[in-house]
Structure formats: C-alpha cells, structure tokens
C-alpha cells in the first residue's frame, strides 16, 4: 500500500507539473495571440486565425504525438535531402539538437500551443465587450493606448472572462492524463499501471479523487478571485 501510494503521488505530482507549467506559457502566449488575432494587417490576422482552427480544429491527442514525432522526421528528411550539399558533422548535431526534446518538453509544448489558442478567443471576446466609449474617454483623459489597456481595459476584462477562463482550467487538470499518450508517466498513467499490477480499480479510484480535489481546488481559486473583483462592473 506504501508503495502504491509513493507511485501515484509521483505521478500526481508530474500530472501537476504539466498542469502548472501549462498555464504559466499558455496565458501570457495567449495575449499575444490575441493581438495577432485583432490585428488590422489581414497576414498577421490570417496566420493566427489559421493557428487557432488548426489547434481547436484537431485532437489535442493527435497535436502530442504530431508534436513529440515530427522533429524526428523532419530532420531525418533534412539529412536525406541536404547531407550532400552540407557536410559539416557539426551543422548537423547542431540540427539533431535543436529538434530533439524528451516527451516532458513535448507535452508541456503541445499542451502550452493548444490552451494558449483557446485562451485567446477567450481573451479576445473578452476585450471586444469593453464599449468603445471606455476608450474615447480615456483618450479625452489623456491615458495612453497602453495605460488605457493596463488601468482601464485589462481589469474589467479579467473579471468578464473569469467563468470562461474557469471552465478551461477545469478542462486542463482533467487533460493532463493524455500525457500517457506519448509515455509522460502521469497520474492517469500509473493509476493504470498499478490498477492491471494489483488487480484492482482502487488505483482508478484513488486518480479519480485527486482530480476531483484538484479540480475543486481550481473552483475556489476562480470563486474567490470573482469575489475580489467582483467591484468592478
């Protein structure tokens, strides 16, 4: 039983790591997508909108292993294509190296690229719901355009996206056991593991809690942080 709990708290604690790090480079990746997406120059526009459809248009399952394999045969297409025209040994450890990462790196990547395009219509919907007059008055006001977006805009649409933003991260911890899919020993995973060593679902059980806890813990959070802005109208 000890060492059955030492198992699952290890993967518990990758399942968290992904859940974290995923969040840390998707929100702020997200905001500049967001700007790509609102932006007047229709290339700009159009590659971030293609982006978006690409990454909420496809499993999130096929974007990992798309992601974790690709490199691999990329750069053994690179190598068969040019090793006659570039022979330097060290160009091409120099382009293994680039293209390699272990399958964490790729989780996080896929994980971070997929979230950060379904926080940015979030966002988006969210800055597109601030009345034009805001801006005009702020103008009057003599704010500039970042002042007007830090001080004025940013707050108010923080708390309008708040229960959007909630049912993502919601969705996210539950995600995290499809870091299974390309070997990322997680939660989900070792609670399999252990479940077909034992002879027992108790393990399937005992994952069930923790993203139960986990998610209950990222409810409070989000209500709690409503309840903190909730001066703002």
């Given amino acids: 039983m000890i060492a059955l709990a030492g198992v699952m708290l290890t993967g518990a604690l990758t399942s968290v790591q992904v859940f974290f ?11 500049l997508v967001t700007f790509g ?12 909108k293609f982006y978006i459809l690409i990454m909420r248009g496809t499993p999130l399952i096929l974007q990992l292993i798309f992601i974790y394999f690709a490199p691999k045969y990329l750069y053994a297409f690179l190598n068969t294509a040019f ?27 896929a994980f971070a690229l997929n979230y950060a395009a379904y926080f940015a219509e979030i966002y988006r919907g969210g800055i597109e719901s601030i009345s034009a007059g805001q801006y ?9 355009g970042s002042q007007t977006f830090g001080r004025i805009v940013l707050p108010q649409v923080i708390k309008r996206i708040l229960p959007a933003m909630g049912n993502e991260v919601i969705t996210l911890v539950k995600d995290t056991a499809l ?16 479940a077909a060593r034992e002879f027992s679902t108790m393990p ?7 993203y139960l ?5 990222v409810t409070a959070a989000f209500a709690y942080t409503e309840k903190r802005l909730s001066y703002y109208v």
């Fill in 21 to 31: 790090l995923t969040l840390i480079f998707s929100a702020p990746l997200a905001l």
């Fill in 37 to 48: 997406r609102m932006s007047k120059n229709i290339v700009v526009s159009g590659i971030i």
């Fill in 83 to 109: 090793s006659g025209f570039i022979t330097s040994p060290n160009f091409w450890a120099a382009i293994k190296f680039l293209l390699s990462y272990n399958r964490f790196t790729a989780v996080i990547i």
């Fill in 136 to 144: 005009e008055a702020a103008k009057v006001l003599g704010f500039t």
């Fill in 179 to 194: 870091a299974q899919v390309i070997g990322v020993a997680e939660l989900f995973h070792a609670a399999q593991t252990a």
């Fill in 204 to 210: 399937i059980f005992m994952a069930g809690l923790f």
């Fill in 213 to 217: 806890i986990m998610n209950w813990a």
